[in-house]
């Protein structure tokens, strides 16, 4: 156990110190980074989904350059470290990240919740390498779960940006190819009264 009574953190540039303890407002030695982002800096842009290290969703970078799964580390862990976390990746001057504005021109999201993670999994990839390979965009990408798949048009905003335009659409066609089987949509339920003004179904073939 590590045994501390202050840490100091800084977190998008700015410095936080924080007591460490069971006491009121302070940071206890079981608290992880995710929650301490989120429940006491109100930095909600780091989310919380599976919350043991399998969906990537909570990635934040540290020492600029590494992504961390913030949902498996403790804070009192960051002590004199830099924490990185979609909310600082806009630059004040420049505007927003390049990888945001890819995500945004290449629409490279549905619902959004684990956007977050993944482009700071691919920020942690371009800063190490500007120009990763279609293969590489992949295996940096392979610890995060999209349930709304929007991997295709992820996978296409960062292989622009990497500058890999051809290999973007192989690796495309390809996942598709790989799709035998897919899932058959057998049945619609209507269950909001929104849909068609009762509870309903109907199948499609
Ligand atoms: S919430 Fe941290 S890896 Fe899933
Ligand atoms: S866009 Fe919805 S979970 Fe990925």
Redesign the pocket.
């Known amino acids: 156990m590590i045994k501390q009574d202050h840490i100091t953190i800084t977190i998008n540039g700015k410095r936080y110190k924080f007591s460490v303890g069971d006491g009121y407002g302070e940071v206890p030695p079981n608290e992880t980074l995710a929650d301490t982002l989120r429940n006491r800096l109100g930095l909600t842009g780091t989310k919380i ?1 599976c919350n043991e290290g399998a969906c990537g ?1 909570c990635t934040v970078i540290v020492d600029g350059k590494d992504a961390v799964a913030s949902c498996m580390a403790l804070t009192v862990e960051f002590d004199g470290r830099e924490v990185l976390t979609v909310e600082g990746l806009e630059d004040p001057v420049k505007g927003l990240d390049p990888i945001q504005q890819a995500f945004i021109d290449e629409y490279a ?7 977050p993670g ?1 482009i700071m999994v691919a920020k942690a990839l371009f800063i190490n390498n500007e120009h990763p390979t279609p293969e590489q965009i992949q295996e940096a990408l392979s610890g995060n ?6 991997q295709y048009t992820v996978l296409r905003a960062l292989n622009k940006l990497a500058g890999n335009e051809d290999a973007e659409l192989a690796n495309i066609v390809r996942a598709n190819d790989e799709i035998e089987n897919p899932i058959p949509v057998r049945q619609v339920l209507h269950l909001s009264p929104y849909a068609n003004g009762s509870s309903s179904s109907h199948s499609i073939d």
């Open positions: 989904s969703c999201f549905q619902c959004g919740y684990c956007t993944i779960y999209c349930r709304c798949i929007s």
